[in-house]
T-cell receptor, first 114, second 116 residues
Framework: GENVEQHPSTLSVQEGDSAVIKCTYS??????FPWYKQELGKRPQLIID?????GEKKDQRIAVTLNKTAKHFSLHITETQPEDSAVYFC?????????????FGGGTRVLVKP | SAVISQKPSRDICQRGTSLTIQCQVD?????MFWYRQQPGQSLTLIAT?????????ESGFVIDKFPISRPNLTFSTLTVSNMSPEDSSIYLC?????????????FGPGTRLTVL
């Protein structure tokens, strides 16, 4: 089955700096790669996703890049703000034959220091 | 995206008992997913619930421990049976996005379970 590894497990950045989180996956059939943000005590919220037909996607201060050949994808947050502090999860899936299930990475705890 | 609710939002249970968690969606969905999130950990898929057929369980999860019902296209239940303290977790249901983005998943608010 799919295996997703996520690094780093914790990330501390100064407000205004950029944050980068990296994930690798094992199943070359995976073609959908979402990112979720989970604040303390809340549900995971989808913040951005990318499908295998594109290499990069941007939404305001967040962007995701995908390298299908190397089987890795990354989340980039620019001009970080204290409200970006949360746990971020990457996931891989989108395989219809597998019921479109998602496999999650271990998570990255991001702390933005004011 | 769909509006998803779960009941109860939290519960404290004694070991050896069972708890049934409900997940309700405001629109019809083909699949519903159940996840477990142990304290400080990531999300692990327990099973996929399809209407009209048996749930599909992931490795390490069995129907006797986590029976699932899916009586219609807007509702599902997950039961945590014969609980032990190791079952203390957040249990979340999720549903796919609408047509064109059915690979996306949106999560319910979760049920925080503590087993004493």
């Amino acid at each position: 089955g799919e295996n997703v590894e996520q690094h780093p497990s914790t990330l501390s950045v100064q407000e205004g700096d950029s944050a980068v989180i990296k994930c690798t996956y094992s199943d070359s059939a995976s073609n959908y790669f979402p990112w979720y943000k989970q604040e303390l005590g809340k549900r995971p919220q989808l913040i951005i996703d990318i499908r295998s037909n594109v290499g990069e996607k941007k939404d305001q201060r967040i962007a995701v890049t995908l390298n299908k050949t190397a089987k890795h994808f990354s989340l980039h947050i620019t001009e970080t703000q204290p409200e970006d502090s949360a746990v971020y999860f990457c996931a891989a899936g989108g395989v219809k034959a597998a019921g479109n299930k998602l496999t999650f990475g271990g998570g990255t705890r991001v702390l933005v220091k004011p | 995206s769909a509006v998803i609710s779960q009941k109860p939002s939290r519960d404290i249970c004694q070991r050896g008992t069972s708890l049934t968690i409900q997940c309700q969606v405001d629109s019809q969905v083909t699949m519903m997913f159940w996840y477990r999130q142990q304290p400080g950990q990531s999300l692990t898929l327990i099973a996929t619930a399809n209407q009209g057929s048996e749930a599909t369980y992931e490795s390490g999860f069995v129907i006797d421990k986590f029976p699932i019902s899916r009586p219609n296209l807007t509702f599902s239940t997950l039961t945590v049976s014969n609980m032990s303290p190791e079952d203390s977790s957040i249990y979340l249901c999720s549903v796919p996005g609408t047509s064109g983005a059915t690979d996306t998943q949106y999560f319910g608010p979760g049920t925080r379970l503590t087993v004493l």
